[in-house]
């Protein structure tokens, strides 16, 4: 982590296209005994300076992407400084709204390529792609962090699927970061029933245990203080919400009440869907701006057949809806039904009649910009009548 505090070597690369945004290389891990290189690309908003620097956020795509301009531009137009690296030794060959594998080059300086589901869990650690993702990642919080028109104090990092499990794991070991934003990927991979678990599933027992220990979020967010905003779907295909649900009360329960949850219902598993989440800007401008915060859940609790939730907001609180499920294995094909809830704006509470089946459910609270903050999934705790 020492080294990876280091500026490494930056190489500004030419740029006839969108000048807002450059093309550098910085200097990876050494990789088989060779020089590494890793793509990215920043911006910084034009009033920024060295007098009145900005904050930042890291950028940290998913599987089958790259570093994406557009993506940076979202952020820098919002008076960020950001930086979006790519972690597949690619270059992206054009400037697009989504760039395929297709469209990019593998150049001489790259690292690993991922396989699969920590599928060469037999190599060194060192020659692992997940070694070499998490290192660039931090390693491209250093170079951002650098720029003299960048507040260092005010770095954030927010990742989509592949990028929102490296995200959960970097969370817990950079120390100098001030938020972080996992979108669909979380921890506990290794439990059954995806894709990932399949993979672990797969290996030796003991090499799934080494591979745990190294590579799942979960052995790291306990060590995270950071408030986090864990946002999802209800019913996304990849990350089910028994393992989100389970990372989340796992970080926010060793360190930090400033973490939230949203969970959306029809939410698909794109770029394109997660940058158009509006709480993720509002969560980092409410951490390094003095913006107005999402909604906080303060409590909750099963009085018999009702649900009591407490909760504080700066900004009113215009609907609150309860998702109800039965009791499903697969969450990614839970049928979730909504029921209305009662709001109370003097005692800041919502309250709402279970339906009379024991079942799963959670919470959404709303307000007037329709920020989204979510309970957690809770199980019914009232006993079977017979």
């Known amino acids: 982590m020492e080294k990876l505090y280091r500026l490494p070597a ?9 000048p807002e945004v450059k093309a550098i290389f910085y200097q990876g891990l050494p990789y088989r005994g060779k020089e590494t290189r890793v793509f990215a690309c920043y911006g910084v908003p034009r009033s920024a300076s060295a007098g009145e620097p900005v904050p930042a956020v890291v950028l940290v795509h998913g599987g089958a992407g790259t570093a994406y301009p557009v993506w940076v531009q979202r952020w820098t137009e919002r008076g960020y400084a950001a930086i979006a690296m790519d972690l597949e030794g690619q270059l992206p060959l054009q400037e697009s709204r989504f760039v395929n594998v297709d469209q990019c080059t593998v ?3 790259s690292g690993p390529v991922k396989q699969g589901v920590f599928a060469d869990y037999q190599l060194p650690v060192e ?3 997940m070694y070499h993702a998490v290192a660039a990642v931090i390693l491209a919080h250093t170079v951002i962090g650098s720029l003299p028109e960048v507040d260092s104090s005010k770095v954030g990092l927010t990742g989509i699927s592949w990028g929102g499990i490296i995200t959960s794991l970097v969370a817990g070991i950079d120390r100098r970061l001030c ?6 990927g979380c921890g506990f991979l290794y439990e059954p029933g995806t894709l990932y678990g399949r993979g672990f599933a797969a290996m030796p027992p003991a090499d799934a245990e080494r591979i745990r220990k190294l590579w799942d979020p979960s052995s790291y967010l306990t060590n995270s203080a950071l408030p986090m905003l864990w946002l999802n779907s209800s019913n ?8 989100f649900d389970k990372s989340f009360a796992l970080q926010q329960g060793g360190h930090t009440q400033k973490s939230m949850m949203s969970l959306h219902c029809g939410l698909n598993h794109s770029y394109a869907d997660a940058w158009t989440c509006q709480e993720l800007y509002a969560f980092a401008d409410s951490i390094v701006k003095d913006g107005p915060s999402l909604i906080q ?4 609790e099963q009085r018999g057949d009702w649900l009591v939730v407490r909760y504080a907001s700066l900004l009113p609180v215009v609907q609150a809806v309860l998702y109800w499920c039965e009791d499903e294995v697969d969450w990614r094909n839970a049928s979730w039904e909504a029921y209305a809830v009662c709001l109370s704006q003097e005692d800041h509470c919502a309250r709402v009649s279970l339906p009379q089946a024991r079942g799963k459910f959670f919470m959404n609270l ?14 019914d705790n009232r006993e079977t009548k017979i």
Request: glycine share 2%.
């Open 366 to 379: 709303t307000n007037d910009r329709g920020w989204i903050t979510s309970t957690r999934v809770l199980s």
């Open 297 to 300: 859940v303060l409590e909750y």
């Open 107 to 109: 150049h001489p300086w």
């Open 236 to 243: 996304d295909t990849h990350f089910p919400l028994a393992i």
């Open 179 to 184: 938020f972080a934003m996992p979108v669909y």
């Open 127 to 129: 020659d692992q792609w």
């Open 10 to 18: 930056v190489y500004p690369l030419q740029q006839d296209q969108n």
